[in-house]
């Protein structure tokens, strides 16, 4: 799988943000025939065309206008007959984070983090109308860079996120815990950090500082699902991450996440996707 990291130095000077047009593209890696991944977090805004992106063996149509939002290392493979009118925005995210002070902020989002509901937001002609406003701010701004174009990016950008996640909270019908619950929002953060080697609602508990029937609570309000269920989907998706993205055996991938024996992961595997781990692989693939 080919894997593209941010060039941080297009512009001369470090700079952790960009936005272009998908024909600027050299190739267009939406036209690519191979699976993809990049270390960034994108944000595709489509105008106009349609076309399907294949997230972990299942296409997600889309129709523009619309809004397709990847974090970093999701592995993709694009169906299009036509490539799209469409504007990207990537970013690293430490350029959000360092200038907020706030390590949870990406987390925040539901559309970056919400495992219930598709990373992507259909919408009307006049809200793609005020992100095209924002979006060509973000673009002039990029094209003309001054001493104090880091500011205004971070500021252009922060306000495009927080318009997404709007719409996005609207369009799904999202009740808002996410945002606002700060213990929910650290233990996502926990389970990213530490979900290879910690994999019980005790051991999370007691990261946070509450007892397990708090944990259990704020699951239920925020993703209605119980702590074990969460911390089970985390782990399922860093295995399948590893599966697509690494060249480790099936073996090896287990005892990285601390399973006592691989036959113990290909059992936890199969039982939530119904494929051995290998044919996860192989089928992805193919």
Request: aromatic residues 12%.
């Given at each position: 799988?080919?894997?593209?990291?941010?060039?941080?130095?297009?512009?001369?000077?470090?700079?952790?943000?960009?936005?272009?047009?998908?024909?600027?593209?050299?190739?267009?890696?939406?036209?690519?025939?191979?699976?993809?991944?990049?270390?960034?977090?994108?944000?595709?805004?489509?105008?106009?065309?349609?076309?399907?992106?294949?997230?972990?063996?299942?296409?997600?149509?889309?129709?523009?206008?619309?809004?397709?939002?990847?974090?970093?290392?999701?592995?993709?493979?694009?169906?299009?007959?036509?490539?799209?009118?469409?504007?990207?925005?990537?970013?690293?995210?430490?350029?959000?984070?360092?200038?907020?002070?706030?390590?949870?902020?990406?987390?925040?989002?539901?559309?970056?983090?919400?495992?219930?509901?598709?990373?992507?937001?259909?919408?009307?002609?006049?809200?793609?109308?005020?992100?095209?406003?924002?979006?060509?701010?973000?673009?002039?701004?990029?094209?003309?860079?001054?001493?104090?174009?880091?500011?205004?990016?971070?500021?252009?950008?922060?306000?495009?996120?927080?318009?997404?996640?709007?719409?996005?909270?609207?369009?799904?019908?999202?009740?808002?815990?996410?945002?606002?619950?700060?213990?929910?929002?650290?233990?996502?953060?926990?389970l990213k950090q530490h979900i290879r080697e910690k994999q019980s609602v005790k051991e999370y508990a007691e990261l946070l500082g509450i007892n397990r029937n708090r944990l259990n609570q704020l699951t239920?309000?925020?993703?209605?699902?119980?702590?074990?269920?969460?911390?089970?989907?985390?782990?399922?998706?860093?295995?399948?991450?590893?599966?697509?993205?690494?060249?480790?055996?099936?073996?090896?991938?287990?005892?990285?996440?601390?399973?006592?024996?691989?036959?113990?992961?290909?059992?936890?595997?199969?039982?939530?996707?119904?494929?051995?781990?290998?044919?996860?692989?192989?089928?992805?693939?193919?």
């Amino acid at each position: 799988m080919i894997k593209f990291d941010f060039h941080k130095y297009k512009y001369g000077k470090e700079l952790l943000v960009d936005c272009f047009h998908l024909s600027e593209i050299p190739g267009r890696s939406i036209s690519m025939k191979e699976i993809h991944a990049t270390s960034f977090y994108e944000m595709f805004f489509f105008m106009e065309g349609s076309g399907s992106v294949v997230l972990e063996g299942k296409p997600l149509h889309f129709q523009a206008p619309a809004v397709l939002l990847l974090p970093p290392a999701v592995p993709r493979k694009w169906q299009v007959k036509k490539p799209p009118e469409c504007m990207l925005v990537i970013f690293e995210g430490e350029f959000m984070e360092t200038f907020l002070k706030d390590q949870l902020f990406l987390h925040r989002l539901y559309y970056f983090n919400n495992i219930d509901t598709p990373p992507l937001l259909p919408l009307e002609g006049k809200s793609m109308d005020q992100f095209q406003t924002l979006l060509a701010g973000i673009k002039q701004e990029i094209g003309c860079l001054a001493e104090d174009s880091q500011q205004l990016l971070r500021a252009y950008l922060y306000q495009l996120l927080i318009m997404v996640n709007r719409s996005y909270s609207v369009y799904y019908k999202l009740k808002g815990h996410l945002y606002k619950n700060t213990e929910i929002l650290k233990f996502r953060g926990l389970l990213k950090q530490h979900i290879r080697e910690k994999q019980s609602v005790k051991e999370y508990a007691e990261l946070l500082g509450i007892n397990r029937n708090r944990l259990n609570q704020l699951t239920q309000e925020a993703f209605g699902k119980p702590a074990t269920v969460v911390i089970r989907n985390e782990l399922l998706q860093a295995c399948k991450n590893e599966l697509l993205t690494g060249n480790k055996t099936i073996a090896e991938i287990s005892y990285d996440f601390n399973f006592s024996a691989p036959s113990n992961f290909i059992r936890f595997f199969k039982s939530l996707t119904n494929v051995s781990p290998a044919a996860y692989r192989q089928e992805y693939a193919n």
